[in-house]
Each structure stands twice: as structure tokens, then as C-alpha cells.
């Protein structure tokens, strides 16, 4: 099945500088990856989402890039604000013969610091 | 158009007991996934319903099981339960299987003692 690596685990940065969070998945199938934002106490929401026929998509101060050659994708968020403070997940799923469910990564804790 | 329902929203149980959550998708949403959040694990796929079938399952033991009911709702269940069960589930539903964004739940807190 499909199995999806985040790194780094934790990050901080000072308020304005540039976040990037770093994923791979296994599974070449995989066509869809999102990203997700979990604050403190809440559920987890979707943020971005890229699939395997774009190379990046952006939206206002977050982006995102896929390498399908490389299988690797890439959440960079630009001029962080104390308000991007959370824990961010990559995701992976497919759609084919298999219907891939929505594989997840463990997580990255961005803090911002004012 | 409500979002996703997890009932209840905190249990403690005693181990060895058993528990069953439920979870009502947003109208229309046919795909119900169910997650394990622990500290420091994420979010740990546990299975997956489409129209009333299982349609995909994770690594989890054959105590946790679920189904889906015609109306799309969902339940899971965990037998004998262990103290390492204690964690957040997360219900997310979805208009279809595969790539389409997933809505969450609040999730049950369930504390096993």
C-alpha cells in the first residue's frame, strides 16, 4: 500500500520568513495530494491540493510543487504569519483499478515566532 | 449544508470493554474514512466505506471494525479494548473514493483506563 514520509517533524521560523515541508510517497498509482491544516484543539482542513498532471499550484501566500518522476511534493508557505502556527499533514491517494484511500503523513509542528 | 458528525465527542472506557462511534457524513457524501491520531503518529489510516462496503482497510488488528449503513453513516467498533487504543478518531467523508478532498470530523476522544 501506499506509504507517505514527512519531514522535518517540527519546524520553526521567525514571522516573514518562508516555511517548506517536504513529503514522498511510494505508490506511483498515487494522482492526488493534498494538504491539510490541524490548529490546536480543531479538525484537520484542507489547504492546497495538487494533482499528478500539474507541476505547482499556489494560492496567495501558500504553494505547492510535485516531482511524479522523483515522487516527492513540497508545501512552501511564504511570509509566515503567527497565525500559520499549526501542525500541517501531506497526503496521498489515487484513483484507478485500486481507489487508493487517503494515506497521510505524520505531521509537521510549524511554529512562527513574532 | 451541515458538515461532518462524530458522536459522541469524548468516552472513557475500561479495558477489555468494547466501543462503538459513529459518524454522519455531510449529504450526498458516499465515501466515510476512519483515522487514528495519536501523538507523534498522525493520522493512521484504519478503513474505508463506500456505498455500504468496505472498500479498503488498514493495518490496524481485527478488533477495530466498522460498516456503513444505506443512509452513508458509518460506525466503528473496537473490542477489547487496550490502553494503547486510547487516541482521537477521526471520521472524514468524501463525495466519492480517490482523489477528492476529505471533510473531517471533530473526532471522538476516546481515553481507555
Known amino acids: 500500500g501506499e506509504n507517505v514520509e514527512q519531514h522535518p517533524s517540527t519546524l520553526s521560523v521567525q514571522e516573514g520568513d518562508s516555511a517548506v515541508i517536504k513529503c514522498t510517497y511510494s505508490d506511483s498509482a498515487s494522482n492526488y495530494f493534498p494538504w491539510y491544516k490541524q490548529e490546536l484543539g480543531k479538525r484537520p482542513q484542507l489547504i492546497i491540493d495538487?494533482?499528478?498532471?500539474?507541476g505547482e499550484k499556489k494560492d496567495q501566500r501558500i504553494a505547492v510543487t510535485l516531482n511524479k518522476t522523483a515522487k516527492h511534493f513540497s508545501l512552501h508557505i511564504t511570509e509566515t504569519q503567527p497565525e500559520d502556527s499549526a501542525v500541517y499533514f501531506c497526503?496521498?491517494?489515487?484513483?484507478?483499478?485500486?481507489?487508493?484511500?487517503?494515506?497521510f503523513g505524520k505531521g509537521t509542528r510549524l511554529s512562527v515566532i513574532a | 449544508k451541515a458538515g461532518v458528525t462524530q458522536t459522541p465527542r469524548y468516552l472513557i472506557k475500561t479495558r477489555g470493554q468494547q466501543v462503538t462511534l459513529s459518524c454522519s457524513p455531510i449529504s450526498g457524501h458516499r465515501s466515510v474514512s476512519w483515522y487514528q491520531q495519536t501523538p507523534g503518529q498522525g493520522l493512521q489510516f484504519l478503513f474505508e466505506?463506500?456505498?455500504?462496503?468496505?472498500?479498503n482497510k488498514g493495518n490496524f488488528p481485527g478488533r477495530f471494525s466498522g460498516r456503513q449503513f444505506s443512509n452513508s453513516r458509518s460506525e466503528m467498533n473496537v473490542s477489547t479494548l487496550e490502553l494503547g487504543d486510547s487516541a482521537l478518531y477521526l471520521c472524514?467523508?468524501?463525495?466519492?473514493?480517490?482523489?477528492?478532498?476529505?471533510?473531517f470530523g471533530q473526532g471522538t476522544r476516546l481515553t481507555v483506563v
Open positions: 497526503a496521498a491517494s489515487g484513483r484507478g483499478s485500486g481507489n487508493t484511500p487517503l494515506v
Open positions: 472524514a467523508s468524501s463525495p466519492r473514493q480517490g482523489d477528492t478532498e476529505a471533510f
Open positions: 466505506y463506500f456505498s455500504e462496503t468496505q472498500r
Open positions: 495538487i494533482r499528478s498532471n500539474v
